[in-house]
């Protein structure tokens, strides 16, 4: 099976501006979750989405959205960007069903960084 | 929310030594905890996972602990490799679908 696959795998932005990444999960995986990779904040959780819903969402500004397709792949944007949002975007996928945490896979990333 | 703590934060060990790395979770609901291992510019891969019926699960040279009472979990590495070099991640889940990460071992395995 083919793994996680996340585009773009690089960015550069600029202060105020918007960004979507992408993210396409195992096939047969319809649980997608998004995190941020920082050095000084490690690993931190944004949101969750499971046959287009978000069943959970960590502690990031609104300015953080994401959505899900009816194919599982999903999207993450970031509006109104700040230097602090400069980070690896990772996400993953997972079987996920409901009330039981599956393993998550990781896909490589998208690299944003924001001047 | 949950939050996890992961000890030490680098570790640096002989090749042929054991590695061993420990986390504590906050949250007693808390009931799956899963080790990544993510190499320098490379994605994080599960390596081992424990759920909270189970108190030892081992994979070669890896195995991980769990004490519930305590709320830590471990993870140990035997005759380590140079391959074993990279950054290890502690988690812990309830039923939320969200994984809440420790803040990362180095290890580095001196030749």
């Known amino acids: 099976k083919a793994g996680v696959t996340q585009t773009p795998r690089y960015l550069i932005k600029t202060r105020g501006q918007q960004v979507t990444l992408s993210c396409s999960p195992i096939s047969g995986h319809r649980s997608v979750s998004w995190y941020q990779q920082t050095p000084g904040q490690g690993l931190q959780f944004l949101f969750e989405?499971?046959?287009?819903?978000?069943?959970n969402k960590g502690n990031f500004p609104g300015r953080f959205s994401g959505r899900q397709f009816s194919n599982s792949r999903s999207e993450m944007n970031v509006s109104t960007l700040e230097l602090g949002d400069s980070a690896l975007y990772l996400c993953?996928?997972?079987?996920?069903?409901?009330?039981?945490?599956?393993?998550?896979?990781f896909g490589p990333g998208t690299r944003l960084l924001v001047l | 929310g949950e939050n996890v703590e992961q000890h030490p934060s680098t570790l640096s060990v002989q090749e042929g030594d054991s590695a061993v790395i420990k986390c504590t979770y906050s949250?007693?609901?808390?009931?799956?905890f899963p080790w990544y291992k993510q190499e320098l510019g490379k994605r994080p891969q599960l390596i081992i996972d424990i759920r909270s019926n189970v108190g030892e699960k081992k994979d070669q040279r890896i195995a991980v602990t769990l004490n519930k009472t305590a709320k830590h979990f471990s993870l140990h590495i035997t005759e380590t490799q140079p391959e074993d070099s990279a950054v290890y991640f502690c988690?812990?889940?309830?039923?939320?679908?969200?994984?809440?990460f420790g803040a990362g071992t180095t290890v580095t395995v001196r030749a």
């Open positions: 993953a996928s997972s079987l996920n069903r409901q009330g039981w945490q599956e393993t998550q896979y």
């Open positions: 989405y499971f046959s287009e819903t978000q069943r």
């Open positions: 988690a812990a889940s309830k039923e939320d679908y969200k994984l809440s």
């Open positions: 949250d007693s609901a808390s009931n799956y």
